[in-house]
C-alpha cells in the first residue's frame, strides 16, 4: 500500500518535498512515478526512478525543478520540488509497478497498476 505525504499550500516560488511510503511490501523491486491531476484534468506524468534510483524521467514541466529519488532502505520515495509555480497546483499521487529490469523506468499512466492516495499541492501567486 503506498501512501503520498507532504503536500500543503506555499508560495510560488517555493519548495516542497514529496514522500511516497510503502507499508506492508517493499518497493525495492518496483518502479516508481509521481502522477499529478488537476481537477476535471487528465492525470498526467511528473517524473519516474528505476529501482537502481539511478536511472530517472521527467514530465517537461519538471525538469530542472522537480528531482525524484528513492531510499530502499527506508522503502520511501521522494519528490523534491523548487521553484514551484501556480501552475503545479494538483493532486500528486505515486505509483508503482514492478518490473524485473532494475534500470526501467515508466512515464505511462497505464503502466502503473499500485497506486496511493494523492497528497494536494497548492502553490499561490
Known amino acids: 500500500q503506498l501512501q503520498a505525504s507532504g503536500g500543503g499550500l506555499v508560495q510560488a516560488g517555493g519548495s516542497l518535498r514529496l514522500t511516497c511510503a510503502a507499508s506492508?511490501?517493499?518497493?525495492?523491486?518496483?518502479?516508481v512515478g509521481w502522477f499529478r491531476q488537476i481537477p476535471g484534468k487528465e492525470r498526467e506524468f511528473v517524473a519516474s526512478v528505476a529501482r537502481n534510483g539511478i536511472n530517472r524521467d521527467y514530465a517537461e514541466s519538471a525538469r530542472g525543478r522537480f528531482t525524484i529519488s528513492r531510499d530502499n532502505a527506508k522503502n520511501t520515495v521522494y519528490l523534491q520540488m523548487n521553484s514551484l509555480e501556480p501552475e503545479d497546483t494538483a493532486v500528486y499521487y505515486c505509483a508503482a509497478a514492478w518490473r524485473a529490469h532494475s534500470n526501467v523506468v515508466l512515464t505511462f499512466i497505464e503502466s502503473y497498476n499500485n497506486w496511493g492516495q494523492g497528497a494536494e499541492v497548492t502553490v499561490s501567486s
Open positions: 506492508g511490501g517493499t518497493l525495492r523491486s518496483y518502479v
